[in-house]
């Protein structure tokens, strides 16, 4: 019997009176963070007698460890960070500048070499970073300025005023943070300490792709727009040490195709950090059809291809990680603002699906939400007209800019990638525009089919589809790179993914899609195991191997797995990636 | 020269001392690499690289729950102390938010490899004028594992220590211990204080920082000590880590045959003379 993770009830919480509250703190809410305490510092220098005070601004971060859940390539476009620390250059851990880039298609022995580097994907000007150590870096100036980093505590849900529900009249009151100390059984333990009722005026949602407070908020004043439903891919890396001489620092790689067929979207990185350590990945799109595809061991494949195999043969990986992230786009971006409330970064969507960037973004969305608080701030008045200066800001900004004119990238892979390319061809040089009106979007899990509508794999995606074995030294099963990923949580808490019902799984899923979570998990979480008894097979749900990358919660085709935050601080640990 | 001279006399002459003005209470912490993690040595081979994950030494997670336990029981004060480089701040700012009142970084790259006898030298003078009455720490650290540094600690200071503590209870003249011994087991033990024990992991249940705990350590004293302030206390003979390894898989099946007896003399001049194990 799997007990799932549920807030304890009739527990005395501990309450908490806040201004602003910032839930995650990835490059979205640090930057937001950081830019309010600029705001304030500017302020109090002007009005010496009527000082603000940055006491009640919190930043909730879910990690250990400011920075250890946050994954990316990562290339960073400097844009938003020069104009938020304009010296940043000389303190920031960026590892290299862009050197050399090259995109490349894959067939399965072949590799092709695009004759120009499509000018969304020219690289020079941007950074080779790691992200763990970037948003450890703005952490701390986040705490130099005078903000406070809670690590260890994750928001699980939002507080709200009333029962209204339309996105113009609720009103969110905050965020109640997660209870410590609950054993398996969902019973306090005697450290337990009940979560903390945070009464802020402004709860900013910052979480990260698939935010789960973020999700509750969406679902609940019916946000999305299924015709514009976000869409995900998941990405899946490695950092590998290599022979020195293979790619030089700086040096940037992508690849199309192998071992995805051109019916699947997704694409492979490769960067150079120094001579002999790289990162490098491959995102899957989290809107293939076949219920069997192991985006695990589509990135294994990959590698088992020269193109990726010269470069890391003799190598070593030492770490690894999964995450998945939104490239719906523009188009897919929810209503980002109401009574109390702004959403930030990934939570929104704010990531450019052509330049597979989002950093830059995340930041400045963040930077743009920190000017609106600021001025509610100073009004006191948090309410939806007050914070629609903010989607006002971003309309006005480069985000927009950048952001609209790719609004149908995606949307035009979703056939295959030849139509793809020639749709993205034409909105190059229509600033976005198809050649009919804008694309629609559902969401990604709507198109996975039935096993018996898709039938025994065909041999083009044996590559793709079960879990990867791997050989121990180029490619990997999933549990080793698991342990690469340095995911630790305490293992006497109740389950976190909360599925709604575990009779779906075994008397729907099983015959239906053959229990397709088994395979979009790259950490092994989901098992179907013989059931007590010997009679049929059951769920099991291995928790504590968690990566955090929402994979489940996004692609589970009934929709039935809610992804809730863990125990604080535990998860993964991407130090260094 | 430290502490005290004679603390089996003062603890004697003035118990009351205690219970008015609390237990003043030390604990030393120590930054480790964190359990389970991937390691890889550094490019000399004297050690693991610094690019690893960092988090408190786990018995001594266990020494500060037991001393902030003692402290709401008795009241007084909990320091920490650690010595290690700037990341080892962060054992310290975890102690501060759960409940110490203040800390003591003796903060520079070369605590990071000190030998066990060193440190406690530095952490001796770094503590000196303090008279704490208790010195908790935990029993070894998940790294070295050499668990010298907490006796030494008691040697250099002159006051008594105990080891593998499970259980410390605060009677009128000092302490009433329970040590664990080997194979379910355990030992009583009265002890007189200042003391110095060094505790096991599981003596209770680690308490969580509170987002209150969090905001209150930002103004709670930290001080600094640096190399130079204990540099003359060291000794000049240090140890050092020659070179570090993974074994390599060395394993090799030799198989005799021969008649029971004579094959038994083979094994017997093999574990002799080849393995040097008889």
């Known amino acids: 019997m799997i007990h799932f993770r549920e807030p304890l009830e009739n527990v005395d919480r501990p309450q908490m009176e806040a201004g602003v509250v910032i839930v995650g703190g990835g490059p979205a809410g640090m930057a937001c963070a950081l830019r309010l305490a600029q705001l304030i510092d500017e302020h109090n220098a002007a009005h010496p007698d009527a000082p603000l005070s940055k006491e009640g601004i919190l930043v909730l971060e879910k990690s250990r460890e400011p920075g250890q859940h946050c994954l990316s390539g990562a290339l960073l476009d400097p844009r938003a960070l020069r104009e938020l620390l304009p010296d940043f250059e000389k303190e920031a851990p960026l590892d290299a500048k862009v050197t050399k880039e090259s995109v490349w298609f894959l067939t399965e022995k072949g590799q092709h070499r695009f004759p120009i580097v499509p000018p969304p994907l020219r690289d020079h000007g941007n950074y080779v970073i790691s992200i763990n150590k970037f948003v450890q870096w703005l952490a701390q100036k986040v705490e130099e300025a005078g903000i406070t980093v809670f690590t260890g505590f994750a928001g699980s849900e939002l507080l709200w005023a009333d029962g209204r529900r339309g996105p113009e009249t609720a009103r969110v009151t905050g965020i109640r943070t997660d209870d410590k100390g609950v054993d398996k059984e969902g019973r306090p333990k005697s450290n337990f300490e009940p979560g903390y009722d945070l009464r802020a005026k402004i709860t900013i949602l910052a979480e990260g792709t698939r935010g789960n407070c973020a999700r509750q908020l969406i679902q609940r004043l019916s946000l999305e727009d299924p015709n514009h439903a976000q869409t995900y891919g998941q990405g899946i890396k490695e950092l590998w040490e290599i022979p020195s001489g293979r790619i030089a620092k700086g040096e940037v790689r992508y690849t199309l195709g192998y071992p995805l067929n051109s019916r699947e979207y997704g694409g492979s990185w490769i960067y150079g950090i120094s001579d002999t350590l790289i990162s490098i990945g491959y995102v899957t799109g989290l809107d293939y059809q076949d219920p069997r595809t192991d985006p695990h061991h589509v990135f294994q494949s990959f590698k088992e291809h020269p193109f990726a195999r010269r470069i890391l043969e003799g190598g070593r990986m030492i770490r690894y990680g999964a995450k998945s992230l939104p490239y719906g786009g523009w188009l897919t971006i929810p209503r980002i603002y109401g009574n109390g409330w702004m959403l930030l970064g990934d939570s929104a969507g704010f990531l450019n699906a052509q330049r597979l960037k989002g950093i830059h973004l995340a930041m400045k969305s963040g930077m743009l939400a920190a000017e609106t608080a600021f001025r509610a701030m100073l009004s006191g008045d948090s309410s939806a007209a007050a914070l629609s200066a903010w989607k006002t800001a971003v309309n006005d900004s480069w985000i927009r800019d950048e952001l609209w004119r790719v609004r149908n990238f995606h949307q035009a892979f979703e056939h295959n990638l030849l139509e793809g390319m020639i749709s993205s061809a034409i909105q190059q040089v229509s600033r976005g525009g198809n050649l009919g009106p804008d694309s629609g979007n559902r969401a990604g899990h709507l198109r996975m089919q039935p096993l018996d509508l898709i039938g025994p794999p065909d041999l083009s995606s044996t590559q793709t589809i079960g879990n990867a074995r791997g050989d121990g030294q180029l490619t990997f099963d999933r549990l080793t790179d698991v342990f690469h990923s340095g995911t630790r949580h305490d293992e006497d808490q109740p389950c976190h993914l909360v599925v709604q019902d575990l009779n779906i799984c075994t008397q729907r899923c099983t015959h239906e899609y053959g229990n397709p979570c088994r395979y979009f998990c790259p950490a092994a979480v989901y098992e179907m195991i013989e059931a007590e008894g010997g009679a049929g097979s059951e769920l099991r749900i291995n928790f504590t191997n968690c990566v955090h990358c929402k994979a489940c919660d996004i692609m589970d085709p009934y929709q039935i797995i809610n992804w809730v935050p863990p125990e604080g601080g535990g998860g993964p640990n991407y130090d260094g990636m | ?278």
């Open chain 2, 1 to 278: 020269m430290f502490g005290r001279t004679s603390p089996g006399v003062l603890c004697g002459l003035d118990p009351v001392r205690y219970t008015l003005a609390g237990m003043k209470i030390l604990v030393c912490i120590k930054q480790v690499p964190q359990k389970d993690a991937p390691l890889r040595l550094n490019e000399k081979g004297t050690w693991i690289r610094d690019d690893a994950s960092w988090e408190t030494n786990e018995p001594d997670a266990y020494a500060l729950e037991e001393a902030l336990r003692q402290k709401e029981k008795h009241g007084g004060e909990v320091a920490v102390v650690t010595a290690g480089p700037a990341r080892a701040a962060q054992v310290l700012r975890e102690a501060l938010a759960k409940g110490a009142d203040r800390a003591i970084h003796l903060e520079d790259d070369r605590f990071a490899q000190l030998d066990a006898a060193n440190t406690a030298r530095a952490l001796a003078a770094a503590i000196e004028g303090e008279n704490f009455d208790l010195i908790v720490t935990g029993l070894q650290s998940d790294d070295f594992g050499a668990a010298q540094t907490g006796v030494l600690l008691a040697e250099i200071l002159g006051i008594p220590h105990a080891t593998i503590i499970i259980g410390i209870e605060k009677t009128d003249t000092g302490l009433r211990l329970k040590r664990e011994l080997e194979a379910g087991h355990y030992q009583y033990i009265e002890m007189p204080m200042p003391a110095l024990l060094t505790i096991q992991s599981g003596i209770n249940k680690l308490r969580y920082a509170t987002l209150i705990g969090i905001r209150q350590a930002k103004t709670k004293p930290l001080r600094k000590v640096s190399w130079a302030d204990v540099e003359g206390r060291l000794s000049k003979h240090m140890q050092r880590i020659e070179r570090l390894y993974v074994p390599g898989s060395q394993k090799t099946t030799r198989r005799i045959e021969a008649p029971a007896a004579e094959a038994a003399k083979q094994v017997v001049d093999y574990l002799k003379n080849e393995a040097h194990v008889v």
